[in-house]
Protein backbone atom coordinates (compact mmCIF):
# COMPACT_ATOMS: atom_id res chain seq x y z
CA UNK A 1 0.00 0.00 0.00
CA UNK A 2 1.63 3.24 -1.07
CA UNK A 3 0.62 6.33 1.20
CA UNK A 4 1.20 9.64 -0.55
CA UNK A 5 0.54 12.73 1.85
CA UNK A 6 -1.98 11.25 4.18
CA UNK A 7 -3.04 12.88 7.31
CA UNK A 8 -4.78 11.11 10.45
CA UNK A 9 -5.64 11.53 14.03
CA UNK A 10 -5.32 9.07 17.15
CA UNK A 11 -7.10 9.15 20.54
CA UNK A 12 -3.91 10.72 21.92
CA UNK A 13 -2.25 12.08 18.68
CA UNK A 14 -4.29 14.46 17.86
CA UNK A 15 -2.50 16.02 14.25
CA UNK A 16 -0.16 13.22 12.11
CA UNK A 17 0.29 14.84 8.47
CA UNK A 18 1.77 14.41 5.60
CA UNK A 19 2.41 10.21 5.70
CA UNK A 20 4.49 9.39 2.73
CA UNK A 21 6.42 5.71 1.52
CA UNK A 22 5.17 1.99 1.14
CA UNK A 23 3.84 -0.52 3.56
CA UNK A 24 3.91 -4.16 2.71
CA UNK A 25 1.48 -7.07 4.56
CA UNK A 26 2.75 -9.99 5.30
CA UNK A 27 -1.08 -10.87 6.00
CA UNK A 28 -3.63 -9.28 5.00
CA UNK A 29 -6.25 -10.89 7.12
CA UNK A 30 -4.21 -9.31 10.30
CA UNK A 31 -3.24 -6.33 8.23
CA UNK A 32 0.59 -7.47 9.89
CA UNK A 33 3.55 -6.94 8.19
CA UNK A 34 7.04 -7.82 8.19
CA UNK A 35 9.65 -5.85 9.92
CA UNK A 36 12.26 -2.58 8.26
CA UNK A 37 8.55 -1.05 6.90
CA UNK A 38 9.52 2.81 6.18
CA UNK A 39 7.61 5.91 5.78
CA UNK A 40 7.83 9.48 6.39
CA UNK A 41 6.09 11.69 8.42
CA UNK A 42 5.57 15.55 7.56
CA UNK A 43 4.51 16.63 10.84
CA UNK A 44 3.54 15.24 14.17
CA UNK A 45 1.72 16.89 17.40
CA UNK A 46 0.81 15.43 20.59
CA UNK A 47 0.80 18.87 21.83
CA UNK A 48 4.25 20.08 20.46
CA UNK A 49 5.17 20.29 16.57
CA UNK A 50 7.97 17.85 15.48
CA UNK A 51 8.41 17.94 11.94
CA UNK A 52 10.40 15.63 8.93
CA UNK A 53 9.67 12.31 10.62
CA UNK A 54 11.93 9.52 9.63
CA UNK A 55 9.63 6.09 10.86
CA UNK A 56 10.69 2.53 10.84
CA UNK A 57 8.11 0.30 12.26
CA UNK A 58 6.50 -3.37 12.27
CA UNK A 59 2.25 -4.03 12.32
CA UNK A 60 2.07 -6.68 14.52
CA UNK A 61 -1.78 -8.71 15.27
CA UNK A 62 -4.39 -7.37 17.87
CA UNK A 63 -3.86 -3.66 16.22
CA UNK A 64 -0.26 -3.67 17.81
CA UNK A 65 2.51 -1.14 15.96
CA UNK A 66 6.41 -1.80 16.59
CA UNK A 67 8.20 1.36 16.41
CA UNK A 68 11.77 0.16 15.65
CA UNK A 69 12.88 4.19 15.01
CA UNK A 70 11.30 7.35 14.75
CA UNK A 71 13.49 10.25 14.70
CA UNK A 72 11.53 14.16 13.76
CA UNK A 73 13.61 17.56 13.57
CA UNK A 74 12.96 19.76 16.35
CA UNK A 75 14.59 23.36 17.50
CA UNK A 76 17.31 22.69 15.33
CA UNK A 77 18.14 19.22 16.47
CA UNK A 78 16.37 16.00 16.86
CA UNK A 79 13.96 14.46 18.66
CA UNK A 80 13.41 10.37 18.48
CA UNK A 81 11.50 7.97 20.41
CA UNK A 82 12.69 4.77 21.81
CA UNK A 83 12.06 1.47 20.29
CA UNK A 84 8.69 0.69 21.98
CA UNK A 85 5.56 -1.03 20.72
CA UNK A 86 1.81 0.48 20.85
CA UNK A 87 -1.59 -0.86 21.21
CA UNK A 88 -3.64 1.54 18.46
CA UNK A 89 -6.51 2.49 20.03
CA UNK A 90 -5.84 2.33 23.42
CA UNK A 91 -6.91 5.24 25.66
CA UNK A 92 -3.14 6.01 26.51
CA UNK A 93 0.38 5.78 25.26
CA UNK A 94 3.30 5.43 27.20
CA UNK A 95 6.88 6.20 25.36
CA UNK A 96 10.06 7.67 26.14
CA UNK A 97 11.69 10.49 23.79
CA UNK A 98 14.84 11.76 23.89
CA UNK A 99 16.70 15.02 22.82
CA UNK A 100 19.97 15.45 20.93
CA UNK A 101 22.07 18.86 19.69
CA UNK A 102 19.29 20.89 20.76
CA UNK A 103 19.63 24.44 20.23
CA UNK A 104 18.90 26.18 23.39
CA UNK A 105 17.53 29.73 21.21
CA UNK A 106 15.31 27.40 19.14
CA UNK A 107 13.84 25.35 21.96
CA UNK A 108 12.73 28.52 23.93
CA UNK A 109 11.19 30.03 20.91
CA UNK A 110 9.63 26.81 20.25
CA UNK A 111 7.83 26.81 23.66
CA UNK A 112 7.59 30.89 23.09
CA UNK A 113 9.31 31.56 26.46
CA UNK A 114 9.16 35.05 27.19
CA UNK A 115 11.85 37.65 27.89
CA UNK A 116 14.75 35.10 27.12
CA UNK A 117 17.81 33.86 25.18
CA UNK A 118 20.20 31.27 25.17
CA UNK A 119 22.87 29.87 23.46
CA UNK A 120 24.17 26.57 23.58
CA UNK A 121 23.38 22.78 22.78
CA UNK A 122 20.91 20.78 25.30
CA UNK A 123 20.11 16.96 25.26
CA UNK A 124 18.19 14.86 27.34
CA UNK A 125 15.51 12.05 27.90
CA UNK A 126 11.81 12.35 29.19
CA UNK A 127 9.16 9.40 29.54
CA UNK A 128 5.64 10.77 28.00
CA UNK A 129 2.19 9.62 28.92
CA UNK A 130 -0.66 10.42 26.77
CA UNK A 131 -4.29 9.84 26.71
CA UNK A 132 -7.32 11.60 25.52
CA UNK A 133 -7.58 14.49 27.66
CA UNK A 134 -3.74 15.43 28.16
CA UNK A 135 0.12 14.37 28.60
CA UNK A 136 2.08 13.94 31.50
CA UNK A 137 6.06 14.16 31.60
CA UNK A 138 7.09 11.55 34.37
CA UNK A 139 10.79 12.61 35.38
CA UNK A 140 12.18 14.02 32.41
CA UNK A 141 15.78 15.46 32.78
CA UNK A 142 17.30 17.77 29.95
CA UNK A 143 20.85 19.22 30.16
CA UNK A 144 23.68 21.36 28.47
CA UNK A 145 26.26 19.74 26.07
CA UNK A 146 29.81 21.08 25.88
CA UNK A 147 30.76 23.66 28.18
CA UNK A 148 27.77 25.33 28.23
CA UNK A 149 26.43 29.02 26.75
CA UNK A 150 25.20 32.07 27.77
CA UNK A 151 21.86 32.65 29.09
CA UNK A 152 20.01 36.06 29.42
CA UNK A 153 16.81 37.55 30.89
CA UNK A 154 15.40 40.82 30.43
CA UNK A 155 12.02 41.00 32.19
CA UNK A 156 10.62 43.10 34.48
CA UNK A 157 9.97 40.48 37.23
CA UNK A 158 12.79 41.59 38.80
CA UNK A 159 12.95 45.55 38.60
CA UNK A 160 11.18 45.92 42.05
CA UNK A 161 13.99 43.20 43.66
CA UNK A 162 16.22 44.31 46.34
CA UNK A 163 19.49 42.93 48.24
CA UNK A 164 20.89 40.10 47.19
CA UNK A 165 17.46 38.96 44.69
CA UNK A 166 18.61 42.55 43.00
CA UNK A 167 21.90 41.23 42.34
CA UNK A 168 20.85 37.41 41.36
CA UNK A 169 18.87 39.30 38.35
CA UNK A 170 21.27 41.95 37.25
CA UNK A 171 23.51 38.96 37.15
CA UNK A 172 20.76 37.15 34.88
CA UNK A 173 20.78 39.86 32.51
CA UNK A 174 24.05 37.90 30.84
CA UNK A 175 25.06 34.61 32.44
CA UNK A 176 27.74 32.66 31.13
CA UNK A 177 26.63 29.02 32.34
CA UNK A 178 28.82 25.63 32.64
CA UNK A 179 26.37 23.33 33.80
CA UNK A 180 22.77 23.14 33.44
CA UNK A 181 20.09 20.85 34.34
CA UNK A 182 16.07 21.14 33.58
CA UNK A 183 13.57 18.40 35.01
CA UNK A 184 10.05 18.13 34.52
CA UNK A 185 7.36 16.59 36.18
CA UNK A 186 3.56 17.19 36.00
CA UNK A 187 0.52 17.61 33.42
CA UNK A 188 0.96 19.39 30.38
CA UNK A 189 -2.60 19.84 31.08
CA UNK A 190 -2.43 21.58 34.77
CA UNK A 191 0.50 22.14 36.83
CA UNK A 192 4.37 21.36 35.85
CA UNK A 193 6.36 21.16 38.55
CA UNK A 194 10.18 22.54 37.17
CA UNK A 195 13.82 22.28 38.85
CA UNK A 196 16.11 24.34 37.45
CA UNK A 197 19.52 24.09 38.57
CA UNK A 198 22.95 25.93 36.62
CA UNK A 199 26.17 27.76 37.66
CA UNK A 200 28.29 29.84 35.77
CA UNK A 201 29.02 33.66 36.58
CA UNK A 202 28.12 37.23 34.97
CA UNK A 203 29.50 38.16 31.60
CA UNK A 204 29.01 41.88 30.10
CA UNK A 205 27.03 43.46 32.68
CA UNK A 206 28.69 44.15 35.90
CA UNK A 207 26.59 43.53 39.39
CA UNK A 208 26.31 45.95 42.25
CA UNK A 209 27.81 43.99 45.05
CA UNK A 210 27.07 47.26 47.58
CA UNK A 211 23.85 45.67 48.99
CA UNK A 212 25.34 43.21 50.41
CA UNK A 213 29.33 43.80 51.00
CA UNK A 214 29.47 47.86 51.44
CA UNK A 215 32.13 49.11 51.91
CA UNK A 216 32.49 53.01 54.12
CA UNK A 217 33.78 55.43 51.81
CA UNK A 218 34.10 53.30 48.89
CA UNK A 219 30.83 53.60 47.63
CA UNK A 220 29.50 51.38 44.56
CA UNK A 221 31.55 48.31 43.64
CA UNK A 222 30.35 46.47 40.29
CA UNK A 223 32.41 43.78 39.06
CA UNK A 224 32.21 40.67 36.57
CA UNK A 225 32.83 37.01 36.43
CA UNK A 226 31.34 36.80 40.05
CA UNK A 227 30.75 33.01 40.20
CA UNK A 228 26.72 32.34 41.18
CA UNK A 229 25.11 28.38 41.82
CA UNK A 230 20.95 28.91 40.73
CA UNK A 231 18.61 26.63 41.76
CA UNK A 232 15.53 27.32 40.88
CA UNK A 233 11.93 25.18 41.49
CA UNK A 234 8.88 26.09 40.02
CA UNK A 235 5.32 25.22 39.56
CA UNK A 236 2.80 26.38 37.18
CA UNK A 237 -0.03 25.71 34.47
CA UNK A 238 1.53 24.11 31.40
CA UNK A 239 -0.44 25.43 28.02
CA UNK A 240 -2.97 23.31 27.35
CA UNK A 241 -1.44 22.30 23.65
CA UNK A 242 -2.76 19.16 23.57
CA UNK A 243 -6.15 19.64 24.55
CA UNK A 244 -6.06 22.79 21.49
CA UNK A 245 -4.62 20.57 19.16
CA UNK A 246 -7.32 18.04 19.79
CA UNK A 247 -10.31 20.33 19.10
CA UNK A 248 -8.61 21.04 15.77
CA UNK A 249 -9.46 17.38 14.25
CA UNK A 250 -12.04 16.47 16.97
CA UNK A 251 -15.16 18.40 17.51
CA UNK A 252 -16.37 15.95 19.95
CA UNK A 253 -14.20 17.20 22.95
CA UNK A 254 -15.43 20.54 22.12
CA UNK A 255 -19.14 18.99 22.53
CA UNK A 256 -18.20 17.18 25.50
CA UNK A 257 -17.29 20.10 27.27
CA UNK A 258 -20.88 22.00 26.43
CA UNK A 259 -22.68 18.55 27.45
CA UNK A 260 -21.00 18.32 30.83
CA UNK A 261 -21.35 22.38 31.49
CA UNK A 262 -24.64 22.12 30.72
CA UNK A 263 -25.40 18.82 32.91
CA UNK A 264 -24.24 21.38 36.01
CA UNK A 265 -26.16 24.35 34.94
CA UNK A 266 -28.92 24.45 37.57
CA UNK A 267 -32.62 24.52 35.55
CA UNK A 268 -35.10 26.56 35.83
CA UNK A 269 -38.54 24.93 36.18
CA UNK A 270 -40.41 27.79 34.20
CA UNK A 271 -38.06 26.94 31.39
CA UNK A 272 -39.35 25.61 28.11
CA UNK A 273 -37.29 22.54 27.34
CA UNK A 274 -34.94 23.44 24.38
CA UNK A 275 -35.61 22.16 20.73
Same mark, same amino acid.
Given at each position: ???? &??? #?? /???????????????????? =?? =???? &?????? &?? *?????????????????? +???? $? !????????????????? /??? $???????????? *????????????????????? @???? @?????? *????????? @??????????? #?? $?????? &??????? %???????????????????????????????? +?? %?????????????????????? !???? @???????????????? *??????????? $???????? +????????????????
Amino acid at each position: MRLD &GVS #LS /TATIPIVNDVRGEIRFGDLW =TL =TTPP &GQRVTV &GE *LNPGISVTNGRVAFQLLS +EQRV $S !IESAEFDFASGTLAMRP /TTI $SLGADETRFELT *LRDVDAAALLRTLSVPDMTAT @GRLE @GSFPLL *LTRRSAFVE @GGVIRAQGEGG #LL $SYTGQA &GDSATGV %SRIAFDALRSFQYDNLSLTLDGDLNGDVVSSI +EF %SGHNSGRPVDLGPIAPIPGVGR !ITVR @GVPFDFIVRVTAPFRR *LAQTAATITDP $SVLINQSR +EQEAQEPVDPDTPPPR
